[in-house]
């Protein structure tokens, strides 16, 4: 009850204003997310939530608002689960347990994130796997456990001493593994190391640290680093939703000041206050915080309700709805192109649909296109470029994503070629990870490798000389016009009369565009003219000199950043004239 009264009440406070801004910033197809996160919050259930809220199509972090809140159940979740087992297990086993069960959940957080056969028997994808290990208590309870462990040894041996010299080389690892990480992949290697550097510094004494006025701003910080937490990132998160995209710095610094001012003032007012005077019985606070839980979550049910009644404008309907093309499941998550029904428009496809996201996207222009009764087949796998033995080491999924790409495209060209329908192949991908160079690194068959535009350029060509070895006509459409923020929300905020910063319209600046993308374009130029490749630009249909439109008509193109809406999709490969080109007969 200490800890719930130390945690809940500037949760809660934060929860409520975080509701009251949501109501004035928020438009009415925001509104069913966010009252899941305010659910999920109050009941301390929110890694729940947020883990079934993201996704490739999903709306990216920065826009929920109570996104962080995922951590504090998680922390809430150890404090409900870890005491009753100590308090049901014997004294003298209570370290044991401990530590056995800090090593069993290290152990299967390492096995969520490496590269294993069990994930496979288990179905589970690289990303599907590494979700898990970051959001769910059993395999980020290792870290709390440190924790319980160094207050065990703490309580056991409260005279232990650790040089000074080892105190310090621990905090620099630490600034260092921030600057510099160590992997790609996180809860791994640089989660352990900082783990155990920060247990070195929490036991034994503090003396270690000379009190000066840059340690005591630190402590002060500290004070007020628990509201600091809470506070903060609704306030960034609303500002990138009224920027609908990347908030301008000197913002940026100003919501710094802004988090500070409100967090001491909650410190204040509303944490030392309940943590300290509030004289309340164990079954009466359990009570009150009972009923302050059920109150939120009905304010959060009825502002969501009052928000999204009635029926939504064509505009909402149509941007908000993922763009998977046939299916969801047609966005294949593991290493391997599996011939799904509904990934199918026909028994026997004259059309190939090969690609990632920006494939997925095309797919209701193709199949509503009025010129064509042909049937396609999609072959598509989220971020997975259409280019055979080649794919990017994300940060997210690191090499074992890597290694399902380049599997997923293996099994992808097999079935191609195994097919006597298919006629056309369509390839299509943003490109930017075959040919702008931003450090990352790739997975070939011959191993690890840095960035080279050429041999990306050569990975594409082999892939289209391979297509037309088989007998197949490959088509390339190349990305469209992305912008620094989201179309689709910039729309929605713009016909709800909600608070739009930062522009005018949505349309995309073409000079920065252009400028940006020059490298993708002189790529797929280069393998165009190599093997006489047809290669369809959207920027030609979309772009002049000054902007590249949004709109084409009174169609809204863009759903986010860079992928189009269904109805977008339409009026785009219509413009194109994509399937003009195909004898489909």
Not at 326 to 340: I, T
Not at 437 to 457: E, K, P, Y
Request: one cysteine or more; charged letters at 15%; glycine letters at 6%.
């Amino acid at each position: 009850m200490r800890r719930a009264k130390r945690l809940l009440p500037a949760a809660f406070a934060t929860i409520i204003a975080t509701i009251v801004l949501a109501v004035a910033l928020l438009t009415p197809s925001e509104w069913s997310e966010f009252a899941a996160q305010v659910i999920g919050s109050a009941t301390y259930t929110a890694n729940f939530i947020i883990m079934s809220q993201t996704g490739y199509f999903s709306s990216a972090a920065e826009f929920k608002p109570l996104l962080h809140m995922w951590s504090l159940s998680l922390e809430e979740q150890y404090y409900l689960v870890i005491p009753l087992l100590l308090f049901l297990s014997s004294k003298r086993l209570r370290l044991w347990i401990i530590v056995i069960l800090a090593g069993v959940s290290l152990a299967g957080c390492l096995v969520l994130l490496g590269e294993s056969e069990f994930l496979r028997f288990l179905g589970l994808s690289a990303s599907g796997a590494q979700k898990i290990a970051f959001y769910m208590l059993p395999f980020r309870a290792w870290e709390l456990f440190a924790g319980s462990i160094c207050a065990w040894v703490m309580l056991a041996r409260p005279s232990l001493s650790i040089p000074s010299w080892a105190k310090y080389m621990c905090l620099l690892t630490i600034v260092f593994v921030f600057a510099v990480p160590l992997d790609s992949v996180h809860p791994r290697i640089d989660a352990v190391v900082v783990v155990v550097a920060t247990s070195v510094i929490m036991l034994g004494d503090s003396g270690w640290l000379r009190q000066s006025r840059l340690t005591n701003a630190l402590s002060q910080t500290g004070d007020i680093s628990y509201s600091l937490y809470l506070v903060h990132w609704p306030l960034f998160s609303f500002a990138t939703i009224a920027f609908v995209g990347t908030v301008p710095t000197g913002v940026r610094v100003f919501l710094v000041v802004i988090a500070f001012f409100l967090a001491t003032l909650q410190y204040q007012l509303v944490e030392q206050r309940f943590r300290s005077d509030w004289a309340s019985s164990m079954g009466r606070s359990t009570k009150r915080f009972g009923a302050i839980t059920a109150l939120v979550c009905l304010v959060a049910l009825t502002a969501s309700f009052s928000m999204t009644r009635g029926t939504p404008p064509p505009i909402a309907a149509s941007i908000s709805q993922a763009n998977f093309g046939l299916s969801q499941s047609c966005a294949v998550s593991g290493d391997r192109f599996v011939s799904h029904e509904a990934c199918f428009t026909g028994s026997t496809p004259q059309v190939a649909v090969w690609g990632d996201s920006y494939a997925m996207h095309l797919i209701p222009g193709l199949v509503f296109d009025p010129k064509t009764g042909a049937s396609l087949v999609q072959i598509t796998k989220s971020s997975c470029a259409p280019v055979v033995d080649w794919a990017q080491i994300s940060t997210k999924g690191g090499q074992k994503w890597a290694k399902e790409c380049i599997e997923f495209n293996n099994s992808a060209i097999d079935y191609i070629a195994a097919s006597d329908s298919i006629e056309y192949v369509i390839l299509s991908s943003p490109f930017t990870q075959l040919f702008i160079d931003s450090d990352q690194r790739f997975l070939t068959g011959a191993g690890v490798t840095g960035f080279d535009r050429d041999t990306a350029i050569s990975k594409l060509d082999r892939t289209v000389s391979a297509l037309r070895a088989m007998g197949k006509v490959p088509l390339v459409v190349a990305p469209p016009p992305v912008a620094e923020f989201n179309i689709g929300r910039c729309y929605l905020r713009h016909t709800s009369g909600r608070l739009l910063l930062g522009r005018k319209n949505c349309d995309i600046d073409a000079a920065k565009y252009l400028q940006k993308f020059e490298p993708i374009v002189h790529g797929l130029r280069a393998v165009a003219e190599a093997r006489d490749l047809d290669v369809f630009w959207p920027s030609s249909v979309l772009c002049n000199e000054v902007v590249c439109n949004t709109k084409l008509g009174d169609t809204i193109i863009y759903r986010d950043t860079g992928h189009f809406a269904p109805n977008g999709s339409i009026a785009v490969v219509e413009a194109l004239g994509l399937t003009d080109l195909m004898d489909l007969r």
